[in-house]
């Protein structure tokens, strides 16, 4: 596999997009490493080419945000809204990751080794989250689509208005926000999070993980309800 390495002491962030942002028929395959990031902001985003990027220390905000189709390796800590917007493809993060992380992503798969911030999956659309610790409060928050699992404990409001998104959690719910509640899981449940904790590597007992959905009661305004549901 041909290799490529920007040093963020030497080049610039801009200098980096720039390359990752050419023709993907180019970039396809190249493997391309970014050493001493630093936490420098907005790191290989707006990818959109099967390239794999792999960040050799901490990541500042926005990493890999509105990625398409790159595999992104964050081997440090990743600031605000990781992934955030994601296409397709995978972003890994082998740290912890700051709020917002995987919001509003469409596809792809976000991988986070250690804990998730507030708002982890806010305003999901459609792609997964897999957290091998434990999320903060609001985390899928008017999550549309997609499926989260976290294999820590969660914090407040987890779920609050929930739409289609799916969510598995293996340790302690300090709260369920509104319209979210647990459902039994299924043996088809049970198999999604198979694949999920596969594809990030992760070996827990799929049956241990309990299931949040929606309620379903803030679909329709209820002009009678007097705002109570």
């Not at 709020?99 to 596809?107: C, F, K, V």
């Not at 798969?109 to 806010?122: E, H, K, N, W």
């Not at 008017?142 to 407040?156: E, F, H, Y």
């Amino acid at each position: 596999m041909e290799s490529m390495t920007f040093d963020l002491e030497r080049s610039s962030v801009r200098e980096l997009n720039q390359f990752l942002h050419g023709k993907a028929e180019e970039l396809e395959g190249l493997q391309v490493t970014v050493a001493t990031p630093d936490g420098a902001h907005n790191i290989a985003v707006g990818v959109d080419a099967h390239v794999h990027v792999t960040v050799e220390g901490h990541a500042g905000y926005y990493a890999g945000g509105m990625n398409k189709h790159a595999t992104i390796v964050i081997e440090g800590s990743a600031g605000t809204g990781v992934a955030e917007n994601m296409m397709s493809g995978k972003v890994h993060v082998k740290g912890f990751a700051s709020n917002g992380a995987g919001a509003s992503a469409h596809g792809g798969l976000l991988v986070i080794d250690g804990d998730a911030g507030l708002r982890c999956g806010i305003s999901l659309k459609g792609g997964d989250i897999v957290v091998g610790g434990s999320v903060g409060s609001f985390s899928a928050f008017m999550a549309q689509a997609g499926r989260m699992v976290i294999c820590g404990d969660a914090g407040d409001a987890l779920g609050d208005s929930l739409y289609e998104a799916v969510l598995y959690v293996r340790g302690e719910v300090k709260s369920l926000g509104a319209d979210a509640q647990f459902e039994p899981m299924t043996e088809t449940d049970v198999a999604a999070v198979n694949d999920l904790l596969r594809a990030a590597g992760l070996n827990h007992d799929a049956r241990s993980f309990k299931r949040i959905a929606s309620a379903r009661t803030l679909y329709h305004w209820n002009a009678d309800a007097n705002q109570e549901y």
